[in-house]
């Protein structure tokens, strides 16, 4: 007889700072400004729906494993819930329903007719055959075939998944309709109806509204320089992106540890070697290696969290030098450092604001799915950039207005959107 093993042990979110309280302190600060009536804040503050489900694979050495993989359904006022699935053995269930709902105020606030969603399963992706995670990505698709769908729920990739998992999904969700599907899911490879330009999107949205702050900051992007946490689909776009818009990048890091060249890190070169040593910086020459954490607190003008939650705590936020931190990764900062930051004047382009890219491409991507007709790069980048630079302004706007970051600004904005949309629409 197979011996069973249940894959299960995330990290007791108690012992970390926890998204979902992070995501409420912010959301509830926002509620006050716009004075949101009660019944729109009690709909508002918790999830739509979530689902746990239980995922039987058996592994390449015959054993059945079972793993736990979460969707969770913010809202879907605005239109299909949208939203990334994330593969991380520290998936927890409130980070999720910190992500869905920051998908929720990130897709308002780029104003695209979609909800918020996210989903997660924990397991070790880097210890995982490409069996194994075909397996288990189709467990996952049949195990939520009622909750998917390209009118419904629409997921995407998120950390340890790309488009190979995405192509997974599509196929197994249009075995259990009988039709191929394409709509249903986005960030898929581009023979299969990906978009031009989507792989890019989050890291060049994060360059766009960079250029934005630099801007209204007075710096020009030649005089300025930045680390970048993180060197994976978000980080390593972002970089490459900034490298060629002149910022002198002086740190990056992965989990292998962070880099740091003050003269500045040829990122074509970094990204070069990175796909050469499977997916690692580690032994990159171009730069000398540094102590990970003191990253956050080097000396650079921008700083780009672009890896996971919770990095700028109140324990180094005092620490920061940079004068503008953009948020590439969903939640870097917690909302015990905000204050900190505040007091010390650094701009900071949020999450919901400054990655909200990716999410904008892969409407596109949905969109052009169900057009049936293929966008050129230009339009997509075209159109994602004109979207990336009015959320900019009307955030930015909102925090002049109300004197307030432009964090909570862009909570603002996006709290306002959907308030708005449940008046007109009542029922409830
Ligand atoms: N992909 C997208 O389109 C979007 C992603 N995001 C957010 O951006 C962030 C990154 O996602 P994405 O780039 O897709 O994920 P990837 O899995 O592609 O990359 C994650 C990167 O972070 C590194 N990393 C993980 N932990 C640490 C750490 N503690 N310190 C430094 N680096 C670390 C990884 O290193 P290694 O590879 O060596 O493990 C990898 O380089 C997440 O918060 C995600 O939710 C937001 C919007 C859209
Ligand atoms: O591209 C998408 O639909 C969602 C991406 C995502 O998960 C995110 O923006 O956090």
Same mark, same amino acid.
């Given at each position: 007889?197979?011996?069973?093993?249940?894959?299960?042990?995330?990290?007791?979110?108690?012992?970390?700072?926890?998204?979902?309280?992070?995501?409420?302190?912010?959301?509830?600060?926002?509620?006050?400004?716009?004075?949101?009536?009660?019944?729109?804040?009690?709909?508002?503050?918790?999830?739509?729906?979530?689902?746990?489900?239980?995922?039987?694979?058996?592994?390449?050495?015959?054993?059945?494993?079972?793993?736990?993989?979460?969707?969770?359904?913010?809202?879907?006022?605005?239109?299909?819930?949208?939203?990334?699935?994330?593969?991380?053995?520290?998936?927890?269930?409130?980070?999720?329903?910190?992500?869905?709902?920051?998908?929720?105020?990130?897709?308002?606030?780029?104003?695209?007719?979609?909800?918020?969603?996210?989903?997660?399963?924990?397991?070790?992706?880097?210890?995982?055959?490409?069996?194994?995670?075909?397996?288990?990505?189709?467990?996952?698709?049949?195990?939520?075939?009622?909750?998917?769908?390209?009118?419904?729920?629409?997921?995407?990739?998120?950390?340890?998944?790309?488009?190979?998992?995405?192509?997974?999904?599509?196929?197994?969700?249009?075995?259990?309709?009988?039709?191929?599907?394409?709509?249903?899911?986005?960030?898929?490879?581009?023979?299969?109806?990906?978009?031009?330009?989507?792989?890019?999107?989050?890291?060049?949205?994060?360059?766009?509204?960079?250029?934005?702050?630099?801007?209204?900051?007075?710096?020009?992007?030649?005089?300025?320089?930045?680390?970048?946490?993180?060197?994976?689909?978000?980080?390593?776009?972002?970089?490459?992106?900034?490298?060629?818009?002149?910022?002198?990048?002086?740190?990056?890091?992965?989990?292998?540890?962070?880099?740091?060249? /003050?003269?500045?890190?040829?990122?074509?070169?970094?990204?070069?070697?990175?796909?050469?040593?499977?997916?690692?910086?580690?032994?990159?020459?171009? /730069?000398?290696?540094?102590?990970?954490?003191?990253?956050?607190?080097?000396?650079?003008?921008?700083?780009?969290?672009?890896?996971?939650?919770?990095?700028?705590?109140?324990?180094?936020?005092?620490?920061?030098? /940079?004068?503008?931190?953009?948020?590439?990764?969903?939640?870097?900062?917690?909302?015990?450092?905000?204050?900190?930051?505040?007091?010390?004047?650094?701009?900071?382009?949020?999450?919901?604001?400054?990655?909200?890219?990716?999410?904008?491409?892969?409407?596109?991507?949905?969109?052009?799915?169900?057009?049936?007709?293929?966008?050129?790069?230009?339009?997509?980048?075209?159109?994602?950039?004109?979207?990336?630079?009015? /959320?900019?302004?009307?955030?930015?706007?909102?925090?002049?207005?109300?004197?307030?970051?432009?964090?909570?600004?862009?909570?603002?904005?996006?709290?306002?959107?959907?308030?708005?949309?449940?008046?007109?629409?009542?029922?409830?």
């Amino acid at each position: 007889m197979a011996a069973h093993t249940v894959y299960k042990e995330p990290a007791p979110i108690m012992d970390r700072e926890n998204p979902l309280e992070s995501m409420m302190s912010r959301f509830n600060i926002a509620a006050e400004i716009l004075g949101l009536d009660d019944e729109t804040y009690n709909v508002l503050k918790a999830p739509d729906k979530q689902v746990i489900v239980n995922l039987p694979v058996t592994m390449d050495d015959g054993k059945l494993r079972v793993f736990e993989g979460y969707r969770v359904i913010h809202n879907t006022i605005l239109g299909p819930s949208k939203g990334g699935i994330r593969y991380d053995k520290h998936v927890h269930i409130d980070e999720v329903k910190a992500l869905a709902a920051w998908m929720t105020w990130k897709c308002a606030v780029v104003d695209i007719p979609y909800g918020g969603a996210k989903g997660g399963i924990i397991c070790d992706p880097t210890t995982m055959s490409p069996g194994e995670l075909e397996r288990l990505t189709r467990a996952y698709t049949l195990a939520l075939k009622d909750v998917f769908g390209p009118d419904r729920d629409i997921p995407a990739p998120d950390m340890g998944t790309g488009p190979r998992e995405m192509a997974w999904l599509m196929d197994e969700f249009s075995k259990t309709v009988g039709a191929t599907s394409p709509a249903v899911v986005t960030g898929k490879p581009l023979v299969m109806g990906g978009s031009l330009g989507r792989t890019e999107a989050t890291g060049r949205g994060v360059m766009v509204s960079t250029l934005a702050a630099l801007k209204k900051l007075n710096l020009k992007p030649t005089d300025v320089s930045a680390a970048v946490q993180g060197f994976g689909n978000v980080g390593s776009w972002a970089a490459k992106l900034l490298f060629d818009k002149g910022l002198k990048i002086k740190a990056v890091s992965d989990i292998s540890g962070a880099y740091w060249n /003050a003269d500045g890190i040829n990122i074509d070169e970094a990204i070069a070697y990175k796909n050469a040593h499977n997916g690692r910086l580690e032994g990159f020459t171009g /730069a000398t290696t540094m102590d990970a954490d003191d990253l956050l607190t080097s000396d650079v003008d921008v700083l780009v969290p672009a890896a996971v939650e919770d990095v700028i705590t109140e324990h180094n936020a005092r620490d920061i030098k /940079a004068k503008l931190i953009v948020e590439g990764a969903n939640g870097p900062t917690s909302a015990s450092a905000d204050p900190i930051i505040n007091e010390k004047g650094i701009l900071v382009v949020p999450d919901i604001l400054a990655n909200s890219g990716g999410v904008t491409v892969s409407y596109f991507e949905w969109v052009q799915n169900r057009q049936g007709f293929k966008w050129t790069e230009e339009m997509v980048t075209e159109r994602a950039d004109r979207i990336m630079n009015d /959320a900019f302004e009307k955030v930015y706007q909102t925090s002049q207005k109300y004197k307030i970051p432009m964090r909570i600004a862009a909570y603002v904005v996006s709290i306002d959107k959907v308030a708005q949309t449940y008046k007109f629409r009542g029922g409830f």
